[in-house]
């Protein structure tokens, strides 16, 4: 299927690594041109050197902090009039009530939920200005299935969920769609690292970890091309009539009960 990206532009946050970067390596193959922005420099100009070489499209990275408030703008100035914006930027902490101070909670919320609204912020005005544009939250699947060991996590989630779908439910008629998706357990590095330490508690071998997934769909975590798929297909042409919607890929997990 052609999904009808090519020579179309995109700004994807969090781009140094995991699902961003798989985000960023499944637009380059449909040729779209990128704008990559996360803090970790050598990480965004290694993806640069591959992503140019691989598919022969523009890659320029943007090496900064979303959790500061100025970074959306500045990415605006910049960039601002790409056809596509990846929200994708932040990783909250996982813990309780107790364990979660406020210190801990504002920081995580300035990169994940801050971040992603203040960078909505910025280029949905130029979107809305163009009558065109699409907007793609990767959010995750603690918002619609809430974990206390992982409040934090969850509140913010489900508060970006809430966001895209009131957002999205209105920007189709200044022509510009707002999605999310919401993936589950995704095999990033940092998911194999805490399975790692997991496995190495429960099992007294961090070799093992791959045991702890036996009771996933299909054993194991989504993979990062899979989350990555679904997003460069909603963040198409072929999506065109979708807006204001919260997509989940999960293998079926949020329907299993607890």
């Given amino acids: 299927?052609?999904?009808?990206?090519?020579?179309?532009?995109?700004?994807?946050?969090g781009a140094s690594k995991g699902i961003g970067l798989g985000v960023a390596e499944a637009l380059a193959a449909e040729g779209v041109h990128l704008h990559l922005a996360a803090r970790t420099e050598p990480l965004l100009q290694d993806a640069r050197e591959r992503l140019q070489a691989e598919h022969g499209v523009t890659v320029t990275i943007h090496p900064l902090d979303l959790s500061q408030s100025s970074a959306a703008k500045e990415l605006a100035q910049v960039c601002g009039d790409v056809d596509v914006l990846v929200n994708n930027a932040g990783?909250?902490?996982g813990g309780d009530l107790e364990a979660v101070n406020e210190e801990i909670w504002r920081q995580a919320w300035d990169l994940k939920v801050f971040g992603y609204v203040n960078t909505t912020r910025e280029f949905l005005r130029r979107m809305k200005a163009r009558g065109h544009g699409v907007i793609v939250n990767v959010v995750g699947l603690a918002g619609e299935r809430p974990n206390a060991g992982y409040i934090a996590g969850s509140a913010g989630n489900a508060s970006l969920m809430a966001f895209t779908r009131a957002l999205g439910a209105h920007s189709?008629?200044?022509g510009v769609r707002v999605v999310a998706v919401n993936p589950g357990p995704v095999e990033t590095d940092r998911h194999v690292y805490?399975?790692?330490l997991r496995a190495k508690s429960e099992l007294g071998d961090e070799n093992r970890w791959r045991e702890l997934a036996q009771k996933q769909p299909m054993g194991r975590a989504a993979s990062v091309r899979e989350v990555a798929?679904?997003?460069?297909?909603?963040?198409s042409p072929r999506a065109s009539y979708m807006s204001g919607t919260v997509v989940t890929v999960d293998g079926g997990i949020s329907g299993r009960g607890a």
């Fill in 91 to 93: 990783a909250i902490p």
């Fill in 1 to 13: 299927m052609d999904l009808e990206l090519k020579g179309k532009s995109a700004l994807v946050t």
């Fill in 194 to 196: 805490l399975m790692k």
């Fill in 172 to 174: 189709l008629d200044y």
């Fill in 229 to 235: 798929d679904l997003v460069t297909f909603l963040a």
